[in-house]
């Protein structure tokens, strides 16, 4: 065989078939592109650290991004306790919604990837990027946590009475992950059976068995028994349409009468000469111009001005500048002007508009601060004289103040005493109390019951998402409070209502469904690794060899050059084990060791031909020993 022949055979030796969708997963997940760098040996124990790691990353991440999402229902509450912090406004619910979204979507690619590589026996190799990565995101997680039990631990609470609307559904879900699962731990169950592998299927029966069992716990006011008849609570728009207007003004409480809500909450003070006006703040900085009218009034209280400066104020630009909602950038110039316009609204005018519209009001009256003139003083009765002075219905008033309850009552029998906080029955039971309205973190959500056997109409606020509204009515509450009244009024029903006995026919079917998949999973990966590993022929260098040979009588084949050039197959000793050429055990040191000798053999033997061919440079034997040396080395390149 000549030089040229030969080396066309060697480079024959570097063809194979490439398997493009192999590389592009190894080379994102362990930046191994080519295939020489792939590698079939067993994980280290280091990677299988780093990749628990990952999976307790992925589990963490996961219920951030559930109590993030559940949180959406109080998304301008975050924003503007974030705000009153550092007085700069930001979409701070959003941007710690797309990092939180952005880090799982990251982890959870590198758990999908992580799974392809263990399908077709590769090894795993987290590169040093993706390390700090996990590192990151499990920093992050906990730094969550701890920002959400500081700042917002309401949201904790809140997620829990998700779970009430949810877990049917998280349940099927979760049992669809797991039914995906178990084609990997069948895998190791049967192919690389180890104390790891055992542990890891142990565990995953156990959570398995408990996944199945979930429905029992599940307690969710939209499971009936039987057909029940649900009544739509009423609602209210809280300080008016605050997603489309300035709050508490004439136009925010117009626009939410226009949304056909059953009325409005408002919260009123009095000025220091005695006018009740609609404001919730305890300062003007926020919601007015007064630090570019009156900068030296804005450390002032509102109640400890007169109603001639407060009226002179501009209370609609600043929802322009910030746009709590997001809505202004979809609204054109004329819209625009008419915010710009709003001032602060007296309760008068307010009670005006509630009376043409027959809507009802609900009022909450705070005490003014120590430099007004009604501090210690008689300030419910300014309110009452604007009230007794309305052509309103007292029916349409809902009086919330727990100040001189009793006084009130006397006087003004037909306004509906409201309590806005939870307290026990029988203190709420002590007046002519018929509505108790409360935060959703205030009040036990299996007590819910209690309150209406005794006659007293339940309330919440701050109620703004499809899903907490699908809760309360599916509760028979008698009223829910919005910040978002465009929207909620649109969710006239609950998002599913099912009754327990055609829930329990559901959950039976799917628990059965996905325990057949699993066995025959299991069934399917027992027979596939049975027969790899009795068929020896199957194994291939493309493919992931995972069965151990422990005969003697397997052998080794080398390429052999001869002295004329010629190229053979020779047999060469029996080796140990057929693994030593392809089996994941083999050590990548000895490998190494051997192809660098290889190379260093060659070398030598290249460099003391070319000192015998300089004596004489026509001994062909001497030329071919040279070709021969250098095809070697070649070879062992490739």
């Given at each position: 065989?000549?030089?040229?022949?030969?080396?066309?055979?060697?480079?024959?030796?570097?063809?194979?078939?490439?398997?493009?969708?192999l590389s592009c997963v190894s080379g994102l997940f362990s930046c191994r592109w080519q295939r020489y760098q792939q590698s079939h040996f067993k994980t280290t124990t280091g990677e299988k650290v780093w990749c628990s790691l990952l999976?307790?990353?992925?589990?963490?991440?996961?219920?951030?991004?559930?109590?993030?999402?559940?949180?959406?229902?109080?998304?301008?509450?975050?924003?503007?306790?974030?705000?009153?912090?550092?007085?700069?406004?930001?979409?701070?619910?959003?941007?710690?919604?797309?990092?939180?979204?952005?880090?799982?979507?990251?982890?959870?690619?590198?758990?999908?990837?992580?799974?392809?590589?263990?399908?077709?026996?590769?090894?795993?190799?987290?590169?040093?990027?993706?390390?700090?990565?996990?590192?990151?995101?499990?920093?992050?997680?906990?730094?969550?946590?701890?920002?959400?039990?500081?700042?917002?631990?309401?949201?904790?609470?809140?997620?829990?009475?998700?779970?009430?609307?949810?877990?049917?559904?998280?349940?099927?879900?979760?049992?669809?992950?797991?039914?995906?699962?178990?084609?990997?731990?069948?895998?190791?169950?049967?192919?690389?059976?180890?104390?790891?592998?055992?542990?890891?299927?142990?565990?995953?029966?156990?959570?398995?068995?408990?996944?199945?069992?979930?429905?029992?716990?599940?307690?969710?006011?939209?499971?009936?028994?039987?057909?029940?008849?649900?009544?739509?609570?009423?609602?209210?728009?809280?300080?008016?349409?605050?997603?489309?207007?300035?709050?508490?003004?004439?136009?925010?409480?117009?626009?939410?009468?226009?949304?056909?809500?059953?009325?409005?909450?408002?919260?009123?003070?009095?000025?220091?000469?005695?006018?009740?006006?609609?404001?919730?703040?305890?300062?003007?900085?926020?919601?007015?111009?007064?630090?570019?009218?009156?900068?030296?009034?804005?450390?002032?209280?509102?109640?400890?001005?007169?109603?001639?400066?407060?009226?002179?104020?501009?209370?609609?630009?600043?929802?322009?500048?910030?746009?709590?909602?997001?809505?202004?950038?979809?609204?054109?110039?004329?819209?625009?002007?008419?915010?710009?316009?709003?001032?602060?609204?007296?309760?008068?005018?307010?009670?005006?508009?509630?009376?043409?519209?027959?809507?009802?009001?609900?009022?909450?009256?705070?005490?003014?601060?120590?430099?007004?003139?009604?501090?210690?003083?008689?300030?419910?009765?300014?309110?009452?004289?604007?009230?007794?002075?309305?052509?309103?219905?007292?029916?349409?008033?809902?009086?919330?103040?727990?100040?001189?309850?009793?006084?009130?009552?006397?006087?003004?029998?037909?306004?509906?005493?409201?309590?806005?906080?939870?307290?026990?029955?029988?203190?709420?039971?002590?007046?002519?109390?018929?509505?108790?309205?409360?935060?959703?973190?205030?009040?036990?959500?299996?007590?819910?019951?209690?309150?209406?056997?005794?006659?007293?109409?339940?309330?919440?606020?701050?109620?703004?998402?499809?899903?907490?509204?699908?809760?309360?009515?599916?509760?028979?509450?008698?009223?829910?409070?919005?910040?978002?009244?465009?929207?909620?009024?649109?969710?006239?029903?609950?998002?599913?209502?099912?009754?327990?006995?055609?829930?329990?026919?559901?959950?039976?079917?799917?628990?059965?469904?996905?325990?057949?998949?699993?066995?025959?999973?299991?069934?399917?990966?027992?027979?596939?690794?049975?027969?790899?590993?009795?068929?020896?022929?199957?194994?291939?260098?493309?493919?992931?060899?995972?069965?151990?040979?422990?005969?003697?009588?397997?052998?080794?084949?080398?390429?052999?050059?001869?002295?004329?050039?010629?190229?053979?197959?020779?047999?060469?000793?029996?080796?140990?084990?057929?693994?030593?050429?392809?089996?994941?055990?083999?050590?990548?040191?000895?490998?190494?060791?051997?192809?660098?000798?290889?190379?260093?053999?060659?070398?030598?033997?290249?460099?003391?031909?070319?000192?015998?061919?300089?004596?004489?440079?026509?001994?062909?034997?001497?030329?071919?020993?040279?070709?021969?040396?250098?095809?070697?080395?070649?070879?062992?390149?490739?």
């Amino acid at each position: 065989m000549s030089y040229l022949s030969l080396s066309m055979y060697a480079k024959k030796l570097q063809t194979y078939d490439r398997n493009y969708l192999l590389s592009c997963v190894s080379g994102l997940f362990s930046c191994r592109w080519q295939r020489y760098q792939q590698s079939h040996f067993k994980t280290t124990t280091g990677e299988k650290v780093w990749c628990s790691l990952l999976n307790l990353d992925l589990f963490f991440l996961s219920i951030c991004l559930y109590i993030w999402l559940c949180a959406g229902n109080d998304s301008n509450t975050i924003n503007e306790l974030v705000y009153r912090y550092n007085n700069k406004w930001l979409d701070y619910y959003t941007l710690i919604l797309a990092l939180t979204g952005l880090l799982y979507t990251y982890v959870s690619l590198l758990f999908i990837l992580s799974g392809c590589l263990l399908m077709v026996g590769q090894q795993l190799f987290i590169h040093t990027i993706h390390k700090a990565g996990i590192v990151f995101v499990g920093l992050y997680s906990m730094a969550f946590v701890a920002m959400t039990a500081r700042f917002f631990p309401d949201q904790w609470r809140l997620a829990y009475i998700s779970l009430q609307v949810t877990a049917p559904f998280l349940q099927i879900g979760a049992l669809g992950f797991l039914t995906l699962s178990a084609w990997l731990i069948s895998d190791g169950w049967f192919g690389r059976r180890s104390i790891c592998h055992v542990i890891i299927a142990v565990l995953f029966c156990i959570i398995l068995v408990l996944i199945f069992l979930t429905p029992i716990w599940i307690r969710s006011p939209c499971l009936t028994e039987g057909e029940t008849v649900l009544t739509a609570p009423l609602l209210f728009a809280q300080n008016g349409d605050m997603q489309n207007a300035p709050e508490n003004t004439e136009l925010a409480i117009r626009r939410a009468f226009a949304n056909n809500v059953a009325g409005i909450s408002t919260t009123v003070q009095i000025s220091n000469d005695g006018i009740p006006f609609l404001y919730r703040d305890l300062d003007l900085t926020w919601r007015t111009n007064i630090m570019d009218v009156a900068p030296s009034l804005s450390t002032f209280s509102p109640s400890s001005l007169n109603w001639t400066i407060l009226s002179s104020l501009d209370a609609g630009s600043w929802f322009i500048e910030m746009d709590p909602f997001g809505t202004v950038r979809s609204m054109d110039s004329s819209r625009k002007k008419e915010i710009k316009r709003q001032t602060i609204m007296t309760l008068e005018d307010a009670l005006y508009l509630a009376s043409n519209e027959n809507k009802m009001i609900v009022l909450t009256v705070l005490e003014p601060t120590e430099e007004s003139r009604y501090y210690n003083e008689s300030y419910l009765q300014q309110a009452l004289d604007v009230i007794t002075s309305s052509n309103i219905s007292h029916d349409l008033i809902w009086w919330a103040p727990e100040t001189s309850r009793t006084y009130v009552e006397s006087l003004y029998p037909n306004l509906t005493q409201v309590v806005f906080q939870s307290k026990p029955t029988s203190n709420v039971t002590g007046h002519k109390i018929t509505q108790l309205v409360t935060h959703y973190t205030l009040l036990p959500v299996d007590d819910l019951s209690h309150y209406s056997e005794n006659g007293i109409g339940l309330g919440f606020f701050s109620v703004n998402s499809k899903w907490l509204t699908t809760f309360y009515q599916c509760s028979n509450v008698s009223s829910i409070f919005t910040q978002l009244s465009s929207e909620v009024m649109m969710y006239t029903s609950p998002a599913w209502t099912m009754t327990s006995q055609f829930y329990l026919i559901i959950w039976v079917s799917i628990d059965v469904t996905a325990m057949v998949l699993i066995s025959i999973i299991f069934l399917v990966q027992r027979h596939r690794l049975h027969h790899f590993e009795n068929n020896m022929e199957s194994f291939t260098l493309s493919a992931p060899s995972r069965f151990s040979s422990s005969s003697n009588n397997d052998f080794s084949d080398s390429l052999i050059v001869d002295d004329d050039g010629e190229l053979h197959i020779k047999e060469l000793a029996p080796v140990s084990t057929m693994s030593n050429a392809i089996h994941p055990m083999r050590s990548e040191d000895s490998l190494a060791v051997s192809l660098r000798d290889s190379r260093a053999s060659s070398q030598t033997e290249v460099s003391v031909n070319e000192q015998a061919l300089g004596e004489d440079p026509n001994d062909k034997h001497i030329s071919r020993k040279i070709d021969k040396a250098k095809l070697v080395y070649q070879i062992d390149d490739i």
